[in-house]
């Protein structure tokens, strides 16, 4: 493996993803590989430790966050936004029209920003 900007980019992709689902990588792994991620919610994947976002603007950013990670853990590296690219992005912020009980996972992995 070579070692490369893209490299904290993927890093920052898993911790976000690890804090907001509340699990480990390896089963977010086994979650993102599944065929089913077109019928798990956003609302299914959170953790349940954290109490669901009631405020519209908190489940956006929630949203927004987990769209984010997904796009960093693409497939191949070379399709990660640099570093400089997450910051813009996390500065920007992005609207989802649809509350996270009606958003699926595959809606959020195919996200463009």
Not at 43 to 63: E, G, Q, T
Request: proline share 4%.
């Amino acid at each position: 493996m070579v070692v490369t900007e893209k490299c904290d980019v993927y890093s920052f992709g898993m911790v976000a993803l690890e804090t907001m689902m509340g699990i480990h990588q390896r089963n977010i792994f086994n979650l993102l590989s599944s065929s089913s991620t077109q019928n798990i919610t956003l609302k299914d994947i959170l953790d349940s430790c954290l109490s669901s976002p009631k405020v519209s603007r908190v489940a956006n950013n929630v949203a927004f966050i987990i769209a984010l990670a997904l796009n960093c853990l693409h497939c191949n590296p070379q399709l990660h936004p640099s570093m400089q690219e997450v910051s813009w992005r996390l500065m920007a912020s992005k609207s989802f029209p649809q509350p996270i009980s009606a958003m699926s996972l595959w809606q959020l992995k195919i996200e463009k920003f």
